[in-house]
T-cell receptor, first 114, second 114 residues
Framework: QKEVEQDPGPLSVPEGAIVSLNCTYS??????FMWYRQYSRKGPELLMY????GNKEDGRFTAQVDKSSKYISLFIRDSQPSDSATYLC??????????????FGKGTKLSVIP | DSGVTQTPKHLITATGQRVTLRCSPR?????VYWYQQSLDQGLQFLIH???????AKGNILERFSAQQFPDLHSELNLSSLELGDSALYFC?????????????FGEGSRLTVL
């Protein structure tokens, strides 16, 4: 079992839809939880991060973490064609010597159709 | 633009050859991370340097090596290349040691081994 599991999709939704992206993980040492967005031919960019269980909102984006279930989600409200990208969940744990390493999910490719 | 510069953007070479990928981190960032991205494996952590010192190793092959120079730029050396080494190689940088995943990624170097 991989440490982080993410459905690769692809996921296609109409403009204005609510999108739900999810990841599960197995390593209890993960402390920080992030979502990165990667446009085609670009590097990933950080969308949101959270530390504790619960919800965190930023504009149309809501990140949700449930540590008891080892499950994280990203919700996108009123999705726009510009949201079309690959979304990667990432989690970090202290790997020693003060270094935190990110473990990424494989990414879910999202297409928002006008 | 993340501020992280990677060269070359594209590289085509033959099996058995050696290549060097270069990364210039954002101004002020002390950490450099190297990741490999392939369709089947997703983003895989290779190695982390902080202020010139190796801090953590991930799934980096013995044929691969890296270093971070006094001016903080980094190079990833890939030798005895195999077909399976074809992938996107990303460099990322951060101010600290990536505790909350605030990594800034370059646009990647696409390596094709023929």
């Amino acid at each position: 079992q991989k440490e982080v599991e993410q459905d690769p999709g692809p996921l296609s939704v109409p403009e204005g839809a609510i999108v739900s992206l999810n990841c599960t993980y197995s390593n209890s040492a993960f402390q920080y939880f992030m979502w990165y967005r990667q446009y085609s031919r670009k590097g990933p960019e950080l969308l949101m991060y959270t530390y504790s269980s619960g919800n965190k909102e930023d504009g149309r984006f809501t990140a949700q973490v449930d540590k008891s279930s080892k499950y994280i989600s990203l919700f996108i409200r009123d999705s726009q064609p510009s949201d079309s990208a690959t979304y990667l969940c990432a989690m970090s744990a202290n790997s020693g010597a003060g270094s935190y390493q990110l473990t990424f999910g494989k990414g879910t490719k999202l297409s928002v159709i006008p | 633009d993340s501020g992280v510069t990677q060269t070359p953007k594209h590289l085509i070479t033959a099996t058995g050859q050696r290549v060097t990928l270069r990364c210039s981190p954002r101004s002020g960032d002390l950490s450099v991370y190297w990741y490999q991205q392939s369709l089947d494996q997703g983003l895989q952590f290779l190695i982390h340097y902080y202020n010139g010192e190796e801090r953590a190793k991930g799934n980096i092959l013995e044929r691969f090596s890296a270093q971070q120079f006094p001016d903080l730029h980094s190079e990833l050396n890939l030798s005895s290349l195999e077909l399976g080494d074809s992938a996107l190689y990303f460099c990322a940088s951060s101010v600290g040691q990536g505790a909350i995943g605030e990594l800034f990624f370059g646009e990647g170097s696409r390596l094709t081994v023929l």
